[in-house]
Structures are given as C-alpha cells and as structure tokens.
C-alpha cells in the first residue's frame, strides 16, 4: 500500500465529499503514537504524517498508550478518534453523552431500565435493544425481535426469491411459484 501523507488523504476526503447535508462519515484505522511532552498524535495507516488526537463529542476521558490501534472518523476535514480496538474502555461514556451525540445526527434515543430506544424524530420506526433482544417496531407494534436464537417477523413480504435450507421458493412469469432444491454444490435443480 502506498504511502500518502495526511494532507493528501484529507484533500481526498474533502475532493470526494458530496455536498449534501446527511451524516455519512468515513472511517479508517490508526496507531496512537505517545510523543514528547506525552502528546498523544494518532498515524492513519498507509501514511507516515502523525496528527493530534480530537476525540469524538462523546469522549469525557480518553486514555490511550503508545501503540494502541484505534478507529478514526474523518469529520469537516479532521481526523476524530472514536473507539480503541486496543483498549475499548478507553472511551468512556455516559448516557446522557450518547444521547447528545445522537440527538445532534438527528436520532431519538430514550434509555432507561427496560433498555435503549431508537428512532428517527417523526418516524413511525424504533429499535429497543435490551438484554433479553432486539425488538423492531412500527408505531407501537412488535414487528419483528430476535431473542434465544431465533429472529420471529409478524409479517414478511418478499420481492423476488426466498431459501429455506436447500430449498428456494422461485416466482414464475405467470405469477406461480416453484419449490427449486438447492444442493451443497450450489447447483440449482427445479423441483416442478
């Protein structure tokens, strides 16, 4: 992999940013590099330049030690830590940290006992996320939660093609559908 040094990349960024106003950051990886005077710089893989640590809006307390690998996040042209693969408790969080940050990329979150709950404002979609599953919801249906293995949807539409083990259920031209048998190989056999 080439070397670039960091102006290049952040030129880059800024030369293919689109110019609409949705939260679509890009993400890379880096070293945290310990310098003189305990100044923390982080290095982007593929290039040799070093840049100071911004920490994401959540970070309250960051600690970090020479070498840890971390995930960057390239923001209005600046290089943001936002998790230590490393060291994950580096970065540390309150709840009402995650919820400002949230809030300010236009995400609804409520935590409380029963677990944290996400939507869009004005959306008629949420996510609660607890520790017994995941639950989906449309206004206030359970459409669909995942908890002890297994995934249960009230209702599923399907546009083209279902597989159930080796089986395929396949639409045909005239509206009907057909059971295909998928075998190991990938091959596919119709089944009628």
Known sequence: MANLDLSQVLDFVKATK????????????????????????????????LAPVHVNELGTSAKFNDG??????????????TGNISNPSAL????????????????DTQISEYGIYISKPGSQFGVVINNEGINM?????AVAYMNNNAMLITESV??????????????????????MWVDSSSEEVPNG
């Open 137 to 141: 919801y449309a206004e206030d249906t």
């Open 92 to 107: 540390e969080y309150t709840d009402s940290d995650l919820q400002d940050a949230l809030s300010r990329v236009g995400i």
């Open 18 to 49: 689109d110019d609409k106003n949705e939260y679509n950051p890009s993400y890379l990886y880096g070293t945290i590099v310990i310098g003189d005077s305990e100044v923390v710089y982080v290095q982007p893989d593929g290039s040799n330049e």
């Open 68 to 81: 840890d690998r971390v995930i960057l996040q390239i923001q209005n042209n600046e290089l943001i830590v």
């Open 158 to 179: 399907i546009k083209e093609t279902l597989t159930l083990g080796n089986y395929k259920f396949v639409p045909r031209t005239d509206g009907s559908m057909y059971l």
